[in-house]
């Protein structure tokens, strides 16, 4: 699973922000080898804040294990290589024993910041390696079933960080809505400024009762590169903490 560029800058704009850094508990769903769950570590050093990657991809989530094993944040990272659909469930029956021993406990384990990549091509073409396939496309983790447990792991107002290509946007939100998660954020990603955006950062919050229709996203744009081929100011300025050249 190669690092792509979206997804570094992607851990980067969620790693600045300051609820992220204050956070006692993050999920990351789809981590791969474990790079946004390593770039939130970084960040979060002052909070210590526990973070759970979950990979369904054995060889992926074997190598992230490894990665975080190498960090200075190990003690903090925990690799769970199984769908999220399971582990959501996991939570749940622990939820449910834990409130049959206790009454009166009616705290969850819930995560403050859920952060995903997850795979979005719907009917394209596949490619041969099945493991690819798993990563990329979306039959293994369908949006619907994604923001359904994100949903569920969210703390009330706690935040969803969620990277998808620009023209699926609109039906991310849309999904997110019918099960309480607010955009109050969007960044829209340029490879250059002659170009039209290719990726969408997100950012929900849990909402509680219902959304509110008329509050005002804040929307925002990151260009890549300048039009002779460098880093742009904004990239080097999110990534400089992350890319060694820069």
Known sequence: MKVCTDACLFG??????????????????????GLLSLMLAQVTESSKASITAIEIESQAAEEASSNFKLS?????????????????ASISKDDLLSNELNKNNNNKQLFDIVISNPPFY??????????KNKAAHSTELPWTSLVDNVSSLLTNAG??????????????QKLAETHQLQLIEEVLVYNDAKHLPFRSFLHFRK????????????RNKIVIKNTDNTYSAEFTELLKDYYLHL
């Open 12 to 33: 980067a704009w969620v790693s600045q922000k300051t609820l992220v850094q204050n956070a006692n508990s993050i999920v990351d769903i789809g981590s791969g080898t």
């Open 122 to 131: 719907e009917g394209d073409l596949k490619s041969p390696d099945a493991n």
């Open 159 to 172: 935040s969803f960080f969620v990277l998808v290509p620009t023209l699926r946007a609109y039906t991310m």
């Open 72 to 88: 200075k944040w190990s003690d903090r990272l925990v690799m769970v290589n199984d769908s999220i659909q399971n582990f959501t």
């Open 207 to 218: 909402a509680k009762p219902e959304i509110d229709k008329d509050i005002s996203v804040l």
